[in-house]
């Protein structure tokens, strides 16, 4: 079965120190996105993506965030400067379409800014 | 705008015996709605969906839910736990035309041998 794939699983990182987490999305999807999970809180979207460009994106995703889709198969998201509050799990999804029922996820990146 | 409320952040339950993990939602049109799954490391698997067709839903590893529009709730249940189940589970909404899929703060399933 297709699987979205997260690299690395888990990543350290010290405060202020830009970070990227990667993804590749399953090969025939077309919208992808990233939720994340504080521990011991809600799973939260971050943001959606389609077609090169930004479609949706919540509060949370500030100047410090961005995504990008460097070549035909991985997805990023990178922070800039790092700060204690984004130490989360990170996940990666893709859907075929933008009513599609359910998202494929990765299994997560761990970030710990320390 | 749209929300879900899991009523129970822990369930125990003896191995054998039914599983019933609670959920009411909130949505201002018509709601898609999703059980997901997480064991321990690892990712968020789809266990079931509501898409406006059957309002009893199954979904894999012999869980279903029954989307009842009057009570807003989205109760996931199961007759036989097993051993396997012990997981975190989250229900989630998404409004037609709005692409983001809104959690619950999940409940933790725990089983007893």
């Known amino acids: 079965e297709p699987e979205v794939t997260q690299t690395p699983s888990h990543q350290v990182t010290q405060m202020g120190q830009e970070v990227i987490l990667r993804c590749v999305p399953i090969?025939?999807?077309?919208?992808f996105y990233w939720y994340r999970q504080i521990l011991g809180q809600k799973v939260e979207f971050l943001v959606s993506f389609y077609n090169n460009e930004i479609s949706e994106k919540s509060e949370i995703f500030d100047d410090q965030f961005s995504v990008e889709r460097p070549d035909g198969s991985n997805f990023t998201l990178k922070i800039r400067s790092t700060k204690l509050e984004d130490s989360a799990m990170y996940f990666c999804?893709?859907?075929?379409?933008?009513?599609?029922?359910?998202?494929?996820f990765g299994s997560g990146t761990r970030l710990t800014v320390v | 705008a749209q929300s879900v409320t899991q009523l129970d952040s822990h369930v125990s339950v003896s191995e054998g015996t039914p599983v019933l993990l609670r959920c009411n939602y909130s949505s201002s049109y018509s709601p898609s709605l999703f059980w997901y799954v997480q064991h321990p490391n690892k990712g968020l698997q789809l266990l079931l969906k509501?898409?406006?067709?059957?309002?009893l839903v199954k979904g894999i590893n012999g869980f279903e839910a029954e989307f009842k529009k009057s009570e807003t709730s989205f109760h996931l249940t199961k007759p036989s736990a097993h051993m396997s189940d012990a997981a975190e589970y989250f229900c989630?909404?998404?409004?037609?035309?709005?692409?983001?899929?809104?959690f619950g703060t999940g409940t933790r399933l725990t089983i007893i041998p």
């Open positions: 989630v909404v998404r409004t037609f035309g709005n692409e983001k899929l809104t």
């Open positions: 509501y898409t406006s067709a059957a309002t």
């Open positions: 999804a893709s859907s075929p379409s933008r009513d599609s029922y359910g998202y494929t």
């Open positions: 090969s025939n999807h077309l919208y």
